[in-house]
């Protein structure tokens, strides 16, 4: 390993669950070489078309491509065999062809692995060039690329202990749970910040804030289902409604008639950019889906929430994750149909007894681990440690 530079391939993507944390693990790594001096070489590979082209372009990061295989989801395994899939799975060993003659160049001192479908040829190639392999796992079900990866991975680190038991047998003595790398920014926020950045003066502090949240886009079920409660939940809360760029628009007409007193205590925006951290230091409980980022950042700040799962997520993964944290108290979970009445009984308690939204956000903080990036950053300088 050299002393001047670290070399790292990072792999990952298509969805912000993926990108966010590799992100945050490179700039974790970055910050603690320099401080000792040491530079970061770091090439990350991954698909034109994901998340990852525009944020590693974004961020400066060196890109490339490799040709990757999709699996089209199915419960029935006959339709697992549909021309498509067979037609991308054939795209796998020129893939990972690709992929080795990358890590062969770049000679990286290890790869970071975060999943999605360009993990699985850069993840095989790792093992073909005997690179150490990490392979993070964001949700507490393994996904397809990282179950796949499982067994060439060098170590298998995990962002919940629930996972573990999950694992291939071989896999499970190499796991570590170092918890999902959260920004470190959204750790720093103010709530006095949020008020007078986002001028917030109608609000009454004496009751709660709510923040809600169908992420960048909005989620058109979250926002009807608030809608529909709105006069009610503003009789007992302030409430910040993040409802995408999109909707903001109609959302406006159908609250134009709120009352001069709660339309000041209601503050409707398309989007929450850099001022995110101070809005959730402010509020005191979170409706939102439940996608591995956003728990990841609910439970190291220790937010009530109320849990609305993206029926359509991948594997039904966000409605696991969701139940996960409800058993523990930590979470209401509105799993199936969510309907207005039943958002009305679980924000219920949490806006009418402080001790129990209290219980809920420790609860919440239990299953938090803000410092989830510094300890993969150790598990990647271990694993290049012992390569020597």
Not at 44 to 52: I, N
Not at 166 to 188: D, I, K
Not at 218 to 236: A, E, H, K
């Amino acid at each position: 390993m050299s002393s001047e530079s670290f070399r790292l391939i990072v792999t990952g993507g298509g969805t912000g669950g993926h990108t966010y944390p590799a992100l945050t693990a490179v700039r974790t790594l970055q910050a603690r070489l320099a401080a000792e001096g040491r530079a970061l070489d770091v090439l990350w590979v991954g698909t034109p078309e994901g998340l990852e082209a525009r944020v590693t372009a974004s961020e400066g990061i060196p890109f490339t491509t490799v040709a990757t295989g999709k699996v089209r989801r199915s419960s029935n395994p006959l339709k697992l065999v549909s021309p498509a899939n067979v037609k991308d799975m054939g795209r796998v060993p020129l893939g990972v062809a690709q992929a080795r003659s990358v890590v062969a160049g770049f000679r990286p001192d290890v790869v970071l692995a975060t999943g999605g479908y360009v993990a699985v040829p850069v993840g095989l190639a790792a093992r073909m060039c005997r690179v150490p392999l990490v392979v993070h796992e964001q949700t507490v079900r393994l996904g397809l690329a990282n179950r796949g990866l499982a067994r060439a991975a060098t170590r298998m680190a995990l962002s919940s202990e629930a996972t573990l038991p999950l694992l291939p047998e071989s896999a499970r003595r190499n796991a570590v749970v170092t918890g999902n790398p959260v920004r470190p920014e959204v750790l720093t926020g103010q709530a006095d910040k949020a008020v007078q950045t986002l001028g917030l003066h109608g609000f009454d502090r004496r009751l709660p804030t709510i923040y809600v949240t169908g992420g960048a886009q909005g989620s058109m079920q979250i926002n009807t289902l608030v809608r529909d409660i709105l006069p009610w939940l503003l009789t007992y809360a302030n409430v910040i409604h993040q409802c995408g760029p999109a909707n903001a628009d109609a959302l406006r007409q159908a609250t134009a008639a709120l009352p001069a007193d709660q339309a000041g205590r209601y503050l409707l925006t398309g989007y929450v950019g850099s001022e995110l951290p101070d809005v959730l230091a402010l509020a005191d409980v979170v409706i939102s889906r439940s996608g591995a980022g956003t728990i990841a950042e609910l439970t190291a700040l220790g937010k009530a929430a109320v849990l609305i799962p993206l029926a359509s997520s991948a594997g039904n993964e966000q409605a696991h994750n969701a139940r996960h944290l409800e058993r523990a108290g930590a979470a209401v979970a509105l799993a199936g149909e969510a309907t207005p009445a039943s958002l009305r009984e679980a924000l219920t308690p949490l806006l009418s007894d402080p001790a129990a939204r209290t219980a809920m956000a420790n609860r919440a903080r239990e299953h938090g681990r803000p410092d989830a990036a510094d300890l993969l950053v150790n598990v990647l300088l271990a694993v290049a440690a012992d390569r020597g």
